[in-house]
C-alpha cells in the first residue's frame, strides 16, 4: 500500500481472518450507516390495498400516466416492479418511473448473495432512471464482477444520489474506476473501499453535476481528495470520516459551502480559496491525546459564517500566514470578520487552554454565537490559583464585550476554573441574550446546578438575557453537534442543541 493513507480505525487482518468483521469494524459500519449516510427518501413501506368502488369505476386508471409514475416512484422497488403486471399501461408507467433502489428493502431472507442478485436482476430490468441508489447489504469481495457491472449500468441509466458501502472485511476491496463515468450523480457518499488512483484518470474526467460528496473510511492516495474536489465544479458539501494517517487537505473550489472533517486524525487542512465557503467543522481529532496537532489555515474565505470545533492546546489556528498564539495582539491580519458562529473545546483547568480561549476570542471580533465544550482534565492546585487570577484580571475582547449574543456551555462540572470564566463573561457580555448552561451526566442535581448557575450570573451585566439550565443524560463529552446537521441548511447554526440558541 504504498503511497496510500487507510482512512480507518481497524487494523490490519490476517488472512485467515480477512473475511471475519471483528466487533470493532461492525461497529464502525454501524456508525457509518446510522450517522453518516443521508437518510432514504420518502417511500410508501406500508402494504397498500385498493377499495372497491362503490361505482364500479376504476378511479386510478383515470390518472394521467405522469401522476401515475410520481407514484410508482415512491414505492419500494419490489412493489414498483408488481405494478407491472397490472396492465400494458402499468408496465410502461413502471419503465418510465425515476425508482429508488435499497437493498434495505431486498432482504427478507438477510442472505447477501440473494440481495446481490436481486440488485443485478433490477438494474438490468429498468431502463432507468434511477434517482436514488442506496447499497450497503453486499459482500462486495466477493462481487466485483457484478459491481463493476452496476456502476456501468448506473452510468447509463442516470442514477442521481448513490451511496455505495462495503460489507467487511477486507477493507481493501477495490472500487472500480467507472464510478467516475457516473457523471449523472449530484450527491455520493461511498465507505469502506479502496479508492481508484485518481492520477490514472483520463483528462477531463469529471463530476459534472456532483454538490455532495461523502467519503468513510476509504484508503486513498495523498492528495486524491483535493484532485477529487477539482473535478467536481459544483461540488458544496464535502464529509471526510475516519482518516488514521496524517490527513493533509488543501482547499481550493469555486463552490465548496461545507466541509466537515470527524474522527480522523488530520494535520493540515489549508483553505487556499473557497469564496464560498460557509461552514468548516473539525471535529474530534484523533490522535490529539498524544499530543499530535492539527494545523487549521484560514486564507481566503469571505464567507466563512461558523468555525469549529477548536480544541485549544490540540488546534494550532493560522489566520493570513500568521500562527494564532497566546498573548497576540489583534490586528486586521490576524482576524476573520465574517465568522458568526464558534465552536471551542477548552479545558479550564489548564492554563495555557484558557490562555488560547482568549486568542481565539481576539480573531473574531464580530462573534454573535459562541459554543464552549467543556473538557475534563486534571486539576493542578497552582493552575487553579493561577486560572482564577487570569480571569480576575482579564479584559474582555471585543466580541465578548460587544457582539456576542447567544452562549451555550456544555458539561458544567461546577469546577472553579468553569466558575470563574462564566463569571468573566456574564460581567463582560454586554450584548448578551440567551445563554444556556448544560451541566456534566451526573455531576450533581438540578437543583444543585441551578444554585451554581446563580453564583456565577449574579453580576451579569445583560438586563435582557434569557437563560436556561439543563441537566444532561447524554455520554461523556456531550454531542454538540452531528454529521447530518452539519450540511442541513435549515439549521442556522450547526453546533446548536437547541434552535432558538441558534
Avoid at 402494504?47 to 407514484?71: E, K, Q, V
Avoid at 469564496?275 to 481529532?285: A, G, K, M, Q, T
Avoid at 441537566?471 to 435549515?490: L, M, N, V
Wanted: net charge positive; proline share 6%.
Amino acid at each position: 500500500m504504498a503511497g496510500r493513507t487507510p482512512l480507518t480505525n481497524a487494523g490490519a487482518a490476517t488472512e485467515a481472518d480477512a473475511h471475519k468483521p471483528d466487533v470493532a469494524m461492525v461497529q464502525l459500519r454501524t456508525y457509518i450507516c446510522t450517522e453518516l449516510l443521508p437518510a432514504f427518501p420518502a417511500l410508501n413501506t406500508r402494504r397498500l390495498t385498493a377499495l372497491p368502488s362503490s361505482s364500479g369505476i376504476d378511479r386510478i386508471s383515470l390518472l394521467p400516466d405522469a401522476l401515475l409514475c410520481n407514484i410508482v416512484s415512491r414505492l419500494p422497488v419490489t412493489d414498483a416492479a408488481r405494478t407491472a403486471v397490472l396492465a400494458s399501461r402499468w408496465r410502461r408507467v413502471w419503465l418510465s418511473a425515476p425508482l429508488a433502489l435499497i437493498d434495505e428493502y431486498l432482504r427478507p431472507s438477510g442472505n447477501p448473495p440473494t440481495v446481490t442478485a436481486a440488485v443485478s436482476q433490477i438494474l438490468d430490468a429498468h431502463p432507468g432512471p434511477f434517482r436514488f441508489v442506496h447499497l450497503v447489504r453486499s459482500h462486495m469481495d466477493a462481487c466485483q464482477p457484478q459491481l463493476a457491472r452496476w456502476l456501468e449500468l448506473l452510468a447509463t441509466k442516470g442514477v442521481q444520489e448513490l451511496v455505495l458501502v462495503n460489507r467487511p472485511w477486507p477493507l481493501e476491496v477495490p472500487l472500480p474506476a467507472t464510478l467516475f463515468s457516473v457523471t449523472t450523480l449530484t450527491r455520493l457518499y461511498i465507505g469502506i473501499w479502496k479508492f481508484p488512483d485518481v492520477a490514472r484518470l483520463q483528462r477531463g474526467t469529471s463530476f459534472p453535476c456532483l454538490r455532495e460528496l461523502g467519503v468513510c473510511t476509504i484508503l486513498i492516495k495523498d492528495g486524491d481528495i483535493e484532485a477529487l474536489v477539482a473535478r467536481s465544479p459544483v461540488l458544496e458539501i464535502l464529509n471526510i470520516q475516519g482518516s488514521n494517517k496524517g490527513l493533509r487537505l488543501r482547499l481550493v473550489s469555486q463552490s465548496l459551502r461545507c466541509v466537515q472533517i470527524c474522527g480522523s486524525v488530520v494535520e493540515d487542512i489549508a483553505v487556499v480559496k473557497a469564496p464560498c465557503l460557509d461552514r468548516l467543522i473539525v471535529e474530534h481529532p484523533r490522535d490529539s491525546a498524544r499530543g499530535l496537532c492539527t494545523r487549521v489555515r484560514i486564507g481566503d474565505c469571505p464567507k466563512l459564517h461558523a468555525l469549529g470545533i477548536l480544541k485549544a492546546g490540540n488546534h494550532i489556528l493560522e489566520i493570513q500566514g500568521t500562527v494564532i498564539v497566546a498573548g497576540i495582539k489583534p490586528s486586521p491580519s490576524t482576524m476573520v470578520m465574517n465568522v458568526k458562529i464558534l465552536s471551542l473545546n477548552v479545558c479550564f483547568g489548564d492554563h495555557d487552554n484558557i490562555k488560547m480561549l482568549t486568542a481565539f476570542l481576539r480573531c473574531f471580533p464580530n462573534l454573535e454565537t459562541l459554543h464552549i465544550m467543556s473538557a475534563k482534565g486534571v486539576y493542578q492546585a497552582g493552575n487553579v490559583r493561577l486560572n482564577l487570577r487570569f480571569w480576575e484580571s482579564a479584559k474582555p475582547t471585543k466580541s465578548v464585550e460587544f457582539s456576542i449574543k447567544v452562549i451555550s456551555f456544555c458539561e458544567f462540572r461546577g469546577e472553579l476554573g468553569e466558575a470563574a470564566f462564566l463569571k468573566f463573561f456574564f460581567r463582560s457580555a454586554r450584548a448578551l441574550e440567551s445563554a444556556m448552561i448544560t451541566m456534566r451526566s451526573g455531576s450533581f442535581s438540578t437543583d444543585e446546578l441551578s444554585s451554581r448557575v446563580k453564583q456565577v450570573s449574579q453580576k451579569m451585566v445583560s438586563k435582557s438575557c434569557k437563560m436556561i439550565v439543563l441537566g444532561s443524560d447524554g455520554p461523556e463529552g456531550g454531542r454538540p453537534w452531528s454529521f447530518k446537521r452539519g450540511t442541513d441548511y435549515c439549521f442556522k447554526d450547526p453546533f446548536s442543541a437547541v434552535e432558538w440558541v441558534g
